[in-house]
Every structure is written in C-alpha cells, then in structure tokens.
C-alpha cells in the first residue's frame, strides 16, 4: 500500500523548499496572509517540542501554544499542521520562506527581532533569569546559607561563563549587561538546535554552571530539577508572543483581535494554570512512561504495533493513531453496539476475523491488521494511489466501505474526481442529507458521513503529531 507515508512529506518538503533556493536569508517574505490561509483551510505553525509549547502525552498532542492556536485555528474555521522547529536560529528565515504562517516558541519580542518579523499582542509576560545550581546538600542547609552561595547581582556577573543561544534574547541581555558593568562575561555559544530546557538540564546535572531562561519556562523546570535556583532577575517585563511575516498584515490583525477576547476567557486560564500553575499535574507528567518528549513512547503496544504495523505496509505510526481513536489504547474498551477491544470491533465482525471481547491486544492488533488489508483490497482497484488511497481505507474502517463507495458514485455523477479524497469526502460528509442519500446511484442509503469524515481528519492529525515526535532528534 504505501512503504512510508513519511517519504511523501519529504519530497513535497523537498521540491517545495528547493524552489526557494537554499540561501532564503534576507530575500523577501512569500505572500501567504489571512485569506489565503481561509481558502487553502489551513493553518500551519511553526513550534518548539518542550515541556510547555508542544509534546505528546498518552497519545495526545499538547502544551501551552499548541492548545492555544488549536483554539485559534478553530475559531478561524481551518485545520492547524505542527511543523516541529529543528533550529531556533533559523525559525525566521523557515517563516519567510513559507514553511509555516505562525511560529510559537516562547518567542521574546525584541526590536532587532521586529525588523525581520511581525509579533503578535504578548500572550504572556515574563522575566529573565539567570539558571544556577544550589550548593550540594541544599536541602539541610539554612536558606541564607543557600542565598549567599548564589550569584544575587548583576555586577557577579563578571567573567563568569554564561552558556546562550547567540540568536537568543539573551545572548543581547548579557552583552548590554557587560557593558554596564564593565567586566566582561564569558559568553559561550549553542547551536539552535540546543534548547533553553536542555541547557537548564545541563545546569542541574553539573555540565555548565550558568544560562539565562525566561522565568515562565524556568518556574515549570524547576519542579522536576528541585536544584536550579532561577531567583535571580536578568531583566524585567519580558513580552513572549507569535511571529508572522512583515506581510501577513490580515493574519496579524486576526490573531490580535481573537487574543484580545479569548485571553479574558476561563478556557484561557485554565490552559494556563494547566502549563505554568498545577506543579502537581506537571510533575506527573514528565515521570510518566508515556510522555513521549523524554520516553519515545506513545502506547503499551507500541512493540506490538511496529511488529504488525509492516503487514499492512503502513507507518506503524498511523496504525497507533488509528488505535488511539478506537479505544485509547485500552484493550478493555467497550462501545457503541458493543464494540470491543484495541481496534474495536462489532461482534460479528470480530468473529470474522476471530476475536471476540476476551481476544488479547495482539490477537485484536493481527484481527485489525487483517481488517485494513481487506479494504485494501476493496480500494486497491479503485484508487490507483496509495497514499490517496489510506482516507478511504479510514473512512470504511469507521462506516463500512458501502457508504464510502456511495460518496465515490455520487462524486463520478457530479463530474468530481472519484479517486481523490477531498473531493470525494464531500459526498461523504453531506450523505446524512436527502439530496444524496436518495440519489439513485447510492445503494447503501442514509448514513452520518459528517462522522466518518471527522473521524478521518484526527486520525491523520494525530499520525501527523506521532510522526513529530519519533522523528525528532
């Protein structure tokens, strides 16, 4: 059916962003702003895998600007596609180029920054901090102890090794600081693709003494690395927003004006509190076996489904978002005309394939294996191309191919391409509606094809977001 769903990425990737030439530094931004957004239905964001913007949680995709422009994305009426940022140094030449029309990443709003970019209203704001560890045995020493050990002034500053991004904020910070005071400070440099989190965690574990995070990121770090102090203040009233091209005039306009609303909402605190308050939530998280920015593991099965998964010739990524919509990874799901198990299937059809509801999660995972490849079967004759052809393999999966193929013959009746998704899924979505499903060339009748075809859009959502987070470094 399809090797890897994945290669389809990268070559579109590819032949896109080499039209762009390889050096984009300094031409100016491509034209993409709010209204072609509306029309393409699609919203894309350039994000940084942390602890706060954007991880994976037992199969769920979150974090504090994801869930934001979630909201956003809906309110606007359009998907939102995660584009994972490699390298923070190069995340505005990736924006004016056309990677992505947004990029989120706790991104402070400077003045140098403003000539390249446009910043949103701020969507928080903070400080800066320094990132230094408490002496050994902090814990039984006295707390003035512990605050004397620790560099409490800016004027300490001096020739102290301080590791930053040089693209950063704070590389500029420390610069004006060493000005000030006159003594210079060692500044050592990373590479973008080093985040603020890991240079904290190489401050806790010893392997640097000194960085500078902002103190929204360093309050949530300092749950789970107990031995970081981040007290003291670099500088006050940090503004963090989103960037978008100088020319995304109607983008920015949109953007400001749903901030400017939602951030007075109960959604919106809740959302908050859930990344930068709940110290109890947070450090639950990021010790659980399925936080998949530090694990890699996104299910109990995941073994079991990369075992499978070549069966069908899918990336076993899809094959787990097809679970997670099933049964949320719980092998003892029951549902709607009970339905069961990891890939839930009805009773008769179960007994098809020879499960029933005391089948293992193996035994449903080979049942549903061989599932798909029936469907296969029934498309492989109809859509010539395998990746066009895996929505169609998801929407009979959830409503029976009858009702997809219906939605395929009302489409040929309507001179639409019967072999692309998009503009077959139409006729699916709008079937639960007398003008089609009383078409003479549908045999299958009345059915909510609006389910189906949700179902479709978050499972490939989903697989988009697994595939994230197991290809990223």
């Keep these: 059916m399809v090797k890897s769903i994945s290669y389809f990425f990268i070559i579109t990737t590819v032949i896109f ?39 994976i949680y037992k199969g769920i995709p979150q974090g504090f600007e994801y869930e934001l422009l979630s909201n956003y994305a809906d309110f606007i009426g359009v ?39 446009s910043f949103s209203n701020p969507i928080l704001v903070t400080k800066q ?3 230094q560890q408490k002496p050994e045995g902090w814990k039984k020493l006295k707390k003035k102890h512990v605050t004397d050990s620790l560099i409490r002034s800016i004027h300490e500053l001096g020739g102290k090794k301080i590791v930053v991004r040089e693209k950063s904020s ?71 927003a989103w960037a978008v091209r ?40 990021v010790k659980d076996k399925y936080y998949t920015l530090e694990s890699g593991v996104i299910s109990p099965y995941d073994e079991m489904i990369k075992k499978y998964a070549p069966a069908i010739h899918w990336d076993w990524e899809l094959l787990a978002a097809l679970i997670y919509q099933e049964s949320h990874f719980n092998n003892e799901a029951r549902g ?14 179960g007994a098809n394939f020879g499960v029933d509801t ?10 549903g294996t061989k599932y798909i490849n029936r469907l296969n079967k029934i498309w492989e004759q109809e859509i010539s191309d395998t990746l066009e052809r895996i929505p169609f393999i998801l929407a009979s999966y959830n409503a029976g191919p009858g009702h997809v193929i219906d939605a395929k013959n009302l489409a040929e009746k309507y001179k639409k391409n019967p072999q ?25 009748g009345y059915c909510k094809g609006f389910i189906a075809y949700a179902y479709v859009e978050e499972i490939m959502d989903r697989y988009h977001h697994y595939k994230n987070i197991t290809e990223a470094p």
């Design 246 to 285: 100088n020319n995304s005039d109607s983008l920015l306009k949109s953007i400001n004006s749903w901030l400017i609303d939602f951030q007075k909402t109960r959604k919106f605190k809740s959302i908050y509190t859930k990344y930068f308050k709940n110290q109890h939530l947070v450090q639950r998280r």
């Design 79 to 117: 998907s939102l596609e995660v584009v994972p940022i490699n390298s923070l140094d190069s995340i505005f030449i990736e924006l004016n180029k056309g990677t992505a029309d947004v990029v989120a990443a706790n991104l402070t709003v400077t003045e140098e920054r403003k000539e390249e970019v």
């Design 420 to 444: 692309s998704w998009k503009e077959v899924s139409f006729f699916l979505l709008n079937k639960s509606k007398p003008k089609y499903y009383k078409d003479p060339v549908v045999k299958h």
């Design 170 to 240: 704070f590389y500029k910070e420390l610069k004006n600081i060493s000005k000030e005071i006159k003594h210079n400070i060692d500044i050592s440099i990373v590479s973008g693709e080093i985040t603020t989190e890991e240079l904290i965690e190489q401050v806790s574990t010893g392997e640097i003494e000194y960085t500078i995070a902002d103190k929204n990121i360093a309050m949530v770090n300092q749950w789970y690395y107990p031995n970081i102090d981040a007290e003291m203040v670099i500088k006050d009233h940090q503004d963090i």
């Design 17 to 55: 962003f080499s039209s762009c030439g390889d050096d984009y530094e300094g031409k100016k931004p491509i034209y993409r702003d709010f209204d072609t957004i509306q029309s393409e239905g699609k919203l894309r964001v350039l994000i940084e895998f942390s602890s706060t913007s954007y991880f």
């Design 336 to 349: 709607w005309g009970e339905s069961f198990g990891l890939m839930q299937f009805m009773p008769v059809t």
């Design 358 to 367: 005391s089948s293992s999660a193996e035994q449903n995972i080979i049942a």
């Design 129 to 131: 901090v320094l990132i």
